[in-house]
Every structure is written in C-alpha cells, then in structure tokens.
C-alpha cells in the first residue's frame, strides 16, 4: 500500500470536508490545504489555517505569522494510521511557512480526545469552554455562534428566537481538549511546562477507580485480618 501526501485543490479540500468530516462543511480564511492519496486513489484532506482568533500566538508570544491550527482532518476509510499522515502533513508545512508552533483542538462533543495527537506527542494543555454556550439549536440543527454573528445578529438566545426561530435553544458545550506541536527546539522548551496527563474516557477512569477501590478494600482487609 503507498501512501501519498501533496497540496490539493479547494475543491478536492471541499469535497473531502463536506463529505468525510463531521461538520460537513469547509473551513474558511487562509487556508494551507494538503491532500493523501493511498495507492493513487484520493481519501481526504489535512487543513492548517490561521485560526478563528487573532490573539492565537499571545500565550507564546508569537505573532500571527508565527502560529497556525490544524483545522480539519476529513478523511474517508483508511489504512494509514492518521498520527503518521499528520506527521508528514506537518514536514510539508514546515517546508513551506516560517510556523513555531500548531495548535490543534479535540472536540469532546463529538466524543473526540485525541488519540491522534497523543500518538504523535503533541503537548496536551487542558479542556476549555467545558459548561459555555458554543452554539445554539436551530429548528433541530446545531448553528455555531460565528453563524449567528455572520447573519449580522446578536449572539443571544432572545435574538436568535425572534428572528430565526421561537423554539431555538442554547447548546451548552462540554469543551474541547488543547494540543500544541512545537516547530522547533526552542518552542519546545518553552511550552513543555504546560504538558498535562493526556485525558482519558470516563469509561477507563471509572474502570481504574473501581480497581483503586478494589485494591484498597483488599489492603485493608489483609491489614485486618488476625495473625
């Protein structure tokens, strides 16, 4: 099996997105847009973009032109694992802008932890937004707050029902885990004191806590029993 990785069209990035990624939908700005193919046949595309905020480099002091977020994986059924198609994303990256660092996010809503990024030793920084508004429901569909702000409406629960729908509700989010990939030596330094314990399925922490439980019950019990 050959595993190919070059840039695409917007397009074949388009498709792939609309296609083979959750959202259904292409990302939008500048956009660096590299496509894989296994044995010459197109399966989905990697996307890094500039992110959806200006100040993404301030907590590295970076400049804007110094940081980027890998955006989308769309991907349709494949043999390749995707930690070693995003490593190879990112030596074309690196190949071709003058980046310190990715950011990249894991969206807990979709039962998403990345287990991508812990393949590829991403440093893991914690879970944000867990409890805030990211969206609202819309006549059955979730609509991202940037939608709201794009129709030229206010981002309120009272706006959206006047004006788009009566029954609209707030979808509260459970947040989205944060990696970061450093470009060099020295952004590495930097950044890898804010590694954390990359996050677990409550599944497994459920299963390790019965055992800690269990564990304990069986010391306690050995301590007590007569000699």
């Given at each position: 099996?050959?595993?190919?990785?070059?840039?695409?069209?917007?397009?074949?990035?388009?498709?792939?997105?609309?296609?083979?990624?959750?959202?259904?939908?292409?990302?939008?700005?500048?956009?660096?847009?590299?496509?894989?193919?296994?044995?010459?046949?197109?399966?989905?595309?990697?996307?890094?973009?500039?992110?959806?905020?200006?100040?993404?480099?301030?907590?590295?002091?970076?400049?804007?032109?110094?940081?980027?977020?890998?955006?989308?994986?769309?991907?349709?059924?494949?043999?390749?694992?995707?930690?070693?198609?995003?490593?190879?994303?990112?030596?074309?990256?690196?190949?071709?802008?003058?980046?310190?660092?990715?950011?990249?996010?894991?969206?807990?809503?979709?039962?998403?932890?990345?287990?991508?990024?812990?393949?590829?030793?991403?440093?893991?920084?914690?879970?944000?937004?867990?409890?805030?508004?990211?969206?609202?429901?819309?006549?059955?569909?979730?609509?991202?707050?940037?939608?709201?702000?794009?129709?030229?409406?206010?981002?309120?629960?009272?706006?959206v029902k006047s004006k788009l729908d009566?029954?609209?509700?707030?979808?509260?989010?459970?947040?989205?885990?944060?990696?970061?990939?450093?470009?060099?030596?020295?952004?590495?330094?930097?950044?890898?004191?804010?590694?954390?314990?990359?996050?677990?399925?409550?599944?497994?922490?459920?299963?390790?806590?019965?055992?800690?439980?269990?564990?304990?019950?069986?010391?306690?019990s050995d301590l007590d029993a007569p000699?």
């Open positions: 099996m050959s595993l190919r990785l070059d840039w695409c069209s917007h397009e074949a990035a388009k498709w792939a997105c609309e296609n083979w990624h959750y959202s259904k939908s292409m990302p939008i700005g500048k956009l660096v847009k590299i496509g894989v193919w296994e044995d010459n046949k197109y399966i989905g595309v990697i996307i890094f973009g500039r992110g959806a905020t200006p100040n993404i480099g301030k907590p590295y002091n970076l400049k804007q032109t110094e940081i980027c977020e890998l955006v989308i994986i769309a991907l349709k059924t494949h043999q390749t694992p995707v930690s070693k198609m995003v490593a190879i994303a990112i030596k074309i990256l690196k190949s071709t802008q003058n980046n310190k660092l990715i950011v990249s996010y894991s969206d807990q809503d979709q039962n998403h932890l990345g287990g991508i990024y812990k393949a590829g030793n991403w440093i893991y920084t914690g879970l944000l937004n867990q409890g805030t508004r990211g969206a609202f429901i819309i006549n059955g569909k979730k609509v991202h707050n940037k939608t709201i702000h794009s129709m030229g409406l206010k981002q309120s629960l009272k706006t009566p029954n609209a509700t707030e979808f509260i989010t459970s947040g989205k885990h944060k990696y970061l990939m450093p470009l060099d030596s020295e952004m590495r330094k930097q950044i890898e004191p804010l590694r954390k314990p990359y996050p677990k399925r409550a599944s497994v922490v459920q299963a390790e806590q019965q055992t800690f439980q269990s564990d304990n019950g069986s010391i306690k000699k």
